[in-house]
Nanobody
Framework: QVQLVESGGGLVQAGGSLRLSCVPSGRTFRTYTMGWFRQAPGKEREFVAAVNWSGGNTYYADSVKGRYTISRDNAKNTVYLQMNSLKPEDTAVYYC??????????????WGQGTQVTVSS
């Protein structure tokens, strides 16, 4: 059974940082694009960032460009989301997901359960 397990969420003050991790189990996704999404209360889930299989190509939502960095370590089968200069509007449940599409914008087939990120003002 394939699972994506996120960790690293928590409560942080505005301007602070957090690093999220996602570790798949049940199989590896070394040839897949891995992404992060988030869903705030009362809002639709939105794309945050994605990284291709090699880590050479990354994609970001405009709202997080320059503040967030996505990376992956295929040897550890882990994808990371470094979040800096956090704002209260970044508060959401963050989800890890994988897609076979290189552009990382659609086609996500597996999803994690999510990790809560709360940014206080």
């Amino acid at each position: 059974q394939v699972q994506l397990v996120e960790s690293g969420g928590g409560l942080v003050q505005a301007g602070g940082s957090l690093r999220l991790s996602c570790v798949p189990s049940g199989r590896t996704f070394r040839t897949y694009t891995m992404g992060w999404f988030r869903q705030a209360p009362g809002k639709e889930r939105e794309f945050v960032a994605a990284v291709n299989w090699s880590g050479g190509n990354t994609y970001y939502a405009d709202s997080v460009k320059g503040r967030y960095t996505i990376s992956r370590d295929n040897a550890k089968n882990t994808v990371y989301l470094q979040m800096n200069s956090l704002k209260p509007e970044d508060t959401a449940v963050y989800y890890c997901a994988v897609t076979p599409r290189a552009d990382g914008r659609s086609g996500y087939v597996y999803w994690g359960q999510g990790t809560q990120v709360t940014v206080s003002s």
